[in-house]
């Protein structure tokens, strides 16, 4: 039997996730709906331990956390003594193909922490809607303002769209499904990747 993982994104796509479905559940931020027996929250943001330190949001179950959320708990070693019962792991690889930690989305964390870690074979992907199209929409923008004008989305997804070609050609043993409305896919597909389009 394969063993097949979930990454629940923050996009307006992350609705087409199907809750009956098998495997490991992993979210981002603030997921878009309750995710039971999810294994892990990943945060990668200074503005999410920022929100998370003064109490105005609460992700849900335990995290997983990346490079700028460690220095984050070092320059405020209250907070870390506050929340480490919550947190799994701190996960500080930055793959070649990313710039920096800026470029490092919590998307395309959660992608390379689950294949490394997981070593599934197989990862279904919801709510990544910047692969298909100019929608950087993200549920977290329900909590933490974030600059959603054309000119940054364009800026994003020039920085973004070639990390997730790094991490498929990286993990290209692992059979990768992207969830969404339509597959106009505006990265090259390498064999690896499939586009499931719900009826």
Same mark, same amino acid.
């Given at each position: 039997?394969?063993?097949?993982?979930?990454?629940?994104?923050?996009?307006?796509?992350?609705?087409?996730?199907?809750?009956?479905?098998?495997?490991?559940?992993?979210?981002? %931020?603030?997921?878009? /709906?309750?995710?039971?027996?999810?294994?892990? $929250?990943?945060?990668? !943001?200074?503005?999410?331990?920022?929100? #998370?330190?003064?109490?105005?949001?609460?992700?849900?179950?335990?995290?997983?956390?990346?490079?700028?959320?460690?220095?984050?708990?070092?320059?405020?070693?209250?907070?870390?003594?506050?929340?480490?019962?919550?947190?799994?792991?701190?996960?500080?690889?930055?793959?070649?193909?990313?710039?920096?930690?800026?470029?490092? %989305?919590?998307?395309? /964390?959660?992608?390379?922490?689950?294949?490394? $870690?997981?070593?599934? !074979?197989?990862?279904?992907?919801?709510? #990544?809607?910047?692969?298909?199209?100019?929608?950087?929409?993200?549920?977290?923008?329900?909590?933490?303002?974030?600059?959603?004008?054309?000119?940054?989305?364009?800026?994003?997804?020039?920085?973004?769209?070639?990390?997730?070609?790094?991490?498929?050609?990286?993990?290209?043993?692992?059979?990768?499904?992207?969830?969404?409305?339509?597959?106009?896919?505006?990265?090259?597909?390498?064999?690896?990747?499939?586009?499931?389009?719900?009826?």
């Amino acid at each position: 039997m394969s063993k097949v993982l979930h990454i629940i994104g923050n996009g307006d796509n992350a609705s087409l996730y199907d809750h009956n479905s098998k495997g490991v559940k992993i979210t981002c %931020n603030i997921p878009p /709906f309750p995710v039971p027996k999810a294994y892990a $929250t990943c945060i990668v !943001d200074f503005k999410m331990c920022a929100a #998370i330190r003064e109490g105005s949001v609460n992700p849900p179950g335990d995290w997983v956390m990346g490079f700028r959320p460690k220095k984050f708990t070092e320059m405020h070693p209250d907070f870390y003594l506050k929340i480490s019962n919550r947190v799994r792991q701190f996960y500080l690889t930055l793959p070649k193909y990313a710039r920096n930690y800026t470029d490092f %989305n919590c998307g395309h /964390f959660a992608a390379h922490y689950s294949a490394t $870690t997981f070593k599934p !074979d197989e990862i279904h992907v919801y709510g #990544i809607d910047s692969l298909f199209d100019m929608n950087l929409n993200s549920c977290s923008d329900f909590f933490l303002n974030s600059d959603r004008t054309v000119t940054n989305n364009v800026r994003l997804n020039d920085n973004w769209r070639p990390i997730w070609h790094g991490i498929f050609q990286e993990f290209g043993n692992i059979q990768w499904v992207l969830h969404h409305k339509h597959d106009k896919l505006k990265i090259p597909k390498p064999p690896n990747v499939e586009v499931y389009v719900k009826k």
